[in-house]
């Protein structure tokens, strides 16, 4: 069965840092990309990041460009997050997809998370 778990969500204050993973099992995730995603209360669901493989070049949504970083290693993928504000505060899902594209972002999800929350506060 396919899974990926994140791990790594809590309560941190605004400036702080949390480190999210995400572990994949039970499909081919070496042929998958990985990234991230994020819904925030009464909000839709969106794109945070992803990493393609192919040349180490990474999509991040705007309003986590220099906060946010996104790395693999083999069945793991983490997202980094610094400088955290307020508006930061989600559940954060991982995602597995056929395509990371630098400018929209992962596409093609044949699999999700349970999700992990992170709270930040003010």
């Known amino acids: 069965e396919a899974q990926l778990v994140e791990s790594g969500g809590g309560l941190v204050q605004a400036g702080g840092s949390l480190r999210l993973s995400c572990a994949a099992s039970?499909?081919?995730?070496?042929?998958?990309?990985i990234g991230w995603f994020r819904q925030a209360p009464g909000k839709e669901r969106e794109g945070v990041s992803c990493?393609?493989?192919?040349?180490?070049s990474s999509y991040y949504a705007d309003s986590v460009k220099g906060r946010f970083t996104i790395s693999r290693d083999n069945a793991k993928v983490y997202l980094q997050m610094n400088s955290l504000k307020p508006e930061d505060t989600a559940v954060y899902y991982c995602a597995a997809g056929e395509h990371c594209s630098i400018y929209r972002g992962l596409l093609g999800i044949d699999y999700w998370g349970q999700g992990t929350r992170v709270n930040v506060s003010s």
């Open positions: 039970g499909f081919n995730y070496d042929d998958y990309y």
């Open positions: 990493e393609s493989s192919n040349d180490g």
